[in-house]
């Protein structure tokens, strides 16, 4: 008897680690996506029980969205998966703790500092 690699598999291993089939993937109507829920759709596809066709179609997504939500989870884990994204602070570490100059003095205009 021969296995078709190709063909669509009942259950896989979920983002958790728990058994996930298609009776408990999120619901077709769903609105609000948590990052489980993202992270659920996305081990579907990678584990071979649906294809991202399938997913963008049933769930009302773009691909462009489904590809986005991955390249997330690929690059920062659950936490790419939030719906603000993950955080970057592009400001100097000075900056964020409020001084408006590095220690010690500024050499361009002296200010702040021990000098």
């Given amino acids: 008897m021969e296995i078709d690699a190709r063909a669509p598999k009942s259950y896989i291993a ?3 680690g728990n058994v996930l089939t298609e009776a408990n993937l999120p619901s077709s109507d769903t609105v609000r996506w948590v990052p489980r829920r993202k992270a659920e759709l996305i081990a579907a596809v990678r584990g071979g029980m649906l294809s991202m066709g399938q ?3 049933r769930y ?3 691909s462009e969205e489904f590809l986005a939500w991955q390249d997330a989870l690929n690059r920062f884990g659950l936490k790419g ?3 603000t994204g993950p955080r970057y602070d592009r400001r100097p570490s000075n900056a964020r703790s409020g001084r408006s100059h590095p220690e010690p003095a500024c050499g361009n205009c002296g200010a702040a500092g021990s000098g």
């Fill in 60 to 62: 009302g997504l773009s």
């Fill in 14 to 16: 979920g983002p958790d």
């Fill in 55 to 57: 997913v963008c179609e």
């Fill in 81 to 83: 998966l939030r719906a």
